[in-house]
């Protein structure tokens, strides 16, 4: 334990113990701003109605199997049928959603506002990170690296004698905004607003996805489904709850 | 852990207990992934800070992570009383799920404890 830097206390009172404070109530003002800018628009009664649609046939498809064959069958028909089902999109009539996009600039602002709701505090606070606390060794990781994590961790620091396992300010920082992201979705509850990886994968797929290629999913889907009556055997289960009961 | 049982008390029994056929309420499913996922979040941050309060260095230290998330793996499986395939739809759900999205909750805390005591 020789080669062990001494770090002074008082970088772990004004330097480590912040950061960290810091980064939290950034993470909580984060979610509640983001939640205050979120406009609630109209949305489009045609868009809504496939989505409703959408919704309706993949419940049938959950359910399928708790009602009888001859009532599922009307069921599919009804949506499934190629003159006037519900899922039955004439060809050529599909919108394109790439013209509804540009006709549309709230989607686009939309769009900006949140992100710009991600980048602008994690900016501003890489920023004052960067101001006031370049340089210091803050954190030292209770277990080994290899040198390749050197300029991960060490971010800020250009010596290359100290022991990979010290931490610089800034990488601290870095982790500190990976590893929260656990302790959020705890005190934030289930849509925190820093799972930006995952929204943006909904977005992406939200904005890329034709109504009618999703209608027509959802056709296929039901139209190979299985049909496998279940209830009969619930009628024995439960005579022998209840027989368990009567006694 | 007294968090992680008043959290599980909402499990919802979603099975219908015959052996040859379970069906499940994806609902219920989906509430009890999500309860998992919490209360492997939290065990995560706790276990962080054991460790980081123990002083354990190395490989002490995710020794220890992967031991509290098997004791949690066996504690959801208690509380399915060990019929897990009742609430879950398979059993990897109880073993394997969160086990590596808390590692990174784990190291933070468990680097924010352990310099906190022991390095300053």
């Given at each position: 334990?020789?080669?062990?830097?001494?770090?002074?206390?008082?970088?772990?009172?004004?330097?480590?113990?912040?950061?960290?404070?810091?980064?939290?109530?950034?993470?909580?003002?984060?979610?509640?701003?983001?939640?205050?800018?979120?406009?609630?628009?109209?949305?489009?009664?045609?868009?809504?109605?496939?989505?409703?649609?959408?919704?309706?046939?993949?419940?049938?498809?959950?359910?399928?199997?708790?009602?009888?064959?001859?009532?599922?069958?009307?069921?599919?028909?009804?949506?499934?049928?190629?003159?006037?089902?519900?899922?039955?999109?004439?060809?050529?009539?599909?919108?394109?959603?790439?013209?509804?996009?540009?006709?549309?600039?709230?989607?686009?602002?939309?769009?900006?506002?949140?992100?710009?709701?991600?980048?602008?505090?994690?900016?501003?606070?890489?920023?004052?990170?960067?101001?006031?606390?370049?340089?210091?060794?803050?954190?030292?990781?209770?277990?080994?690296?290899?040198?390749?994590?050197?300029?991960?961790?060490?971010?800020?620091?250009?010596?290359?004698?100290?022991?990979?396992?010290?931490?610089?300010?800034?990488?601290?920082?870095?982790?500190?905004?990976?590893?929260?992201?656990?302790?959020?979705?705890?005190?934030?509850?289930?849509?925190?607003?820093?799972?930006?990886?995952?929204?943006?994968?909904?977005?992406?797929?939200?904005?890329?996805?034709?109504?009618?290629?999703?209608?027509?999913?959802?056709?296929?889907?039901?139209?190979?489904?299985?049909?496998?009556?279940?209830?009969p055997k619930f009628e024995q289960r439960a005579e022998a709850v209840l027989r368990k009961l009567m006694k | 852990m007294a968090a992680k049982d008043e959290s599980k008390n909402s499990q919802k029994k979603s099975g219908n207990g015959n052996d040859d056929l379970v069906?499940?309420?994806?609902?219920?499913?989906?509430?009890?992934?999500?309860?998992?996922?919490?209360?492997?979040?939290?065990?995560?941050?706790?276990?962080?800070?054991?460790?980081?309060?123990?002083?354990?260095?190395?490989?002490?230290?995710?020794?220890?992570?992967?031991?509290?998330?098997?004791?949690?793996?066996?504690?959801?499986?208690?509380?399915?009383?060990?019929?897990?395939?009742?609430?879950?739809?398979?059993?990897?759900?109880?073993?394997?799920?969160?086990?590596?999205?808390?590692?990174?909750?784990?190291?933070?805390?468990?680097?924010?404890?352990?310099?906190?005591?022991?390095?300053?």
């Amino acid at each position: 334990m020789a080669e062990d830097l001494v770090l002074d206390t008082a970088i772990r009172d004004w330097v480590l113990v912040p950061l960290s404070i810091v980064m939290v109530l950034i993470g909580v003002l984060r979610y509640f701003v983001s939640k205050l800018m979120r406009s609630h628009k109209a949305p489009d009664q045609k868009i809504v109605k496939e989505g409703q649609v959408v919704i309706r046939a993949r419940n049938l498809k959950a359910a399928a199997n708790f009602i009888p064959a001859k009532s599922f069958k009307s069921r599919k028909t009804y949506f499934t049928n190629e003159e006037n089902g519900l899922l039955h999109i004439p060809p050529g009539q599909a919108p394109n959603p790439q013209a509804q996009m540009f006709s549309d600039p709230n989607m686009a602002t939309d769009m900006m506002k949140k992100n710009l709701s991600m980048i602008i505090p994690q900016t501003l606070t890489f920023a004052w990170v960067n101001f006031f606390f370049s340089g210091f060794v803050a954190a030292k990781i209770p277990f080994p690296l290899t040198q390749r994590f050197r300029s991960m961790l060490q971010n800020g620091i250009d010596l290359s004698t100290v022991d990979v396992s010290y931490v610089s300010s800034r990488s601290w920082y870095f982790l500190n905004l990976f590893g929260l992201r656990g302790l959020f979705s705890l005190i934030l509850g289930e849509e925190n607003a820093t799972d930006d990886t995952q929204r943006m994968m909904q977005m992406g797929g939200g904005f890329g996805m034709d109504s009618s290629k999703s209608l027509g999913a959802e056709k296929d889907s039901l139209d190979i489904i299985q049909h496998d009556w279940v209830l009969p055997k619930f009628e024995q289960r439960a005579e022998a709850v209840l027989r368990k009961l009567m006694k | 852990m007294a968090a992680k049982d008043e959290s599980k008390n909402s499990q919802k029994k979603s099975g219908n207990g015959n052996d040859d056929l379970v069906l499940l309420n994806s609902e219920n499913l989906q509430n009890n992934m999500k309860i998992i996922f919490y209360s492997r979040t939290f065990l995560s941050i706790i276990a962080g800070v054991i460790a980081g309060i123990l002083g354990l260095t190395g490989l002490m230290g995710f020794i220890l992570y992967f031991f509290i998330m098997a004791i949690s793996s066996l504690g959801l499986a208690a509380k399915a009383k060990f019929s897990v395939l009742n609430y879950f739809d398979s059993c990897n759900r109880i073993i394997l799920d969160g086990l590596f999205g808390g590692l990174m909750s784990f190291v933070l805390f468990w680097t924010f404890a352990y310099d906190i005591v022991h390095i300053f």
